[in-house]
C-alpha cells in the first residue's frame, strides 16, 4: 500500500493543523494506521495510531488532549487532527500502515508514507 501524507505547513504556537493521509488500497479498513513524527536530531517517534477497525485510538502523551486521530474507509484516509500547537511539535510527520494492525503504541508498521513538515513558530 501507498501512503502520500499532507496537510503540514507552518502555523504559530496555539494554531492548529490537519494532517491527511491518502493510502492507496482497496483494503483501506484492514489496515491499522498510525502518525509518527521526527524532529531535526531525534529519533522517530510514535504520536497516534487507530485500529484498522476504528474501536482502538492511542496517543503519545506529548500530543494527547490535543491531537484527535480519525478515519474515512470511504475516502481511504486517516486524519490527526492537531490543535494548541507547540514548538516542540515542529517535525517531519509520517503515516505508517499495518495491515489487521491494532494501532497501539509499539505496533510494527510494513508501510510508510514520505512524511509532510510541520513547523511551529513561537
Known amino acids: 500500500v501507498q501512503l502520500q501524507a499532507s496537510g503540514g505547513g507552518l502555523v504559530q504556537a496555539g494554531g492548529s493543523l490537519r494532517l491527511s493521509c491518502a493510502a492507496s488500497?482497496?483494503?483501506?479498513?484492514?489496515?491499522?494506521m498510525g502518525w509518527f513524527r521526527q524532529a531535526p536530531g531525534k529519533e522517530r517517534e510514535f504520536v497516534a495510531g487507530?485500529?484498522?477497525?476504528?474501536?482502538?485510538?492511542y496517543y503519545a502523551d506529548s500530543v494527547k488532549g490535543r491531537s484527535t486521530i480519525s478515519r474515512d474507509n470511504a475516502k481511504n484516509t486517516v486524519y490527526l487532527q492537531m490543535n494548541s500547537l507547540k514548538p516542540e511539535d515542529t517535525a517531519v510527520y509520517y503515516c505508517?500502515?499495518?495491515?489487521?494492525?491494532?494501532?497501539?503504541?509499539?505496533?510494527?508498521?510494513?508501510?510508510w508514507g514520505q512524511g509532510t513538515l510541520v513547523t511551529v513558530s513561537s
Open positions: 505508517a500502515a499495518n495491515l489487521y494492525g491494532l494501532g497501539s503504541p509499539g505496533q510494527t508498521y510494513n508501510n
Open positions: 488500497t482497496r483494503t483501506f479498513s484492514s489496515y491499522g
Open positions: 487507530i485500529s484498522y477497525g476504528g474501536g482502538s485510538r
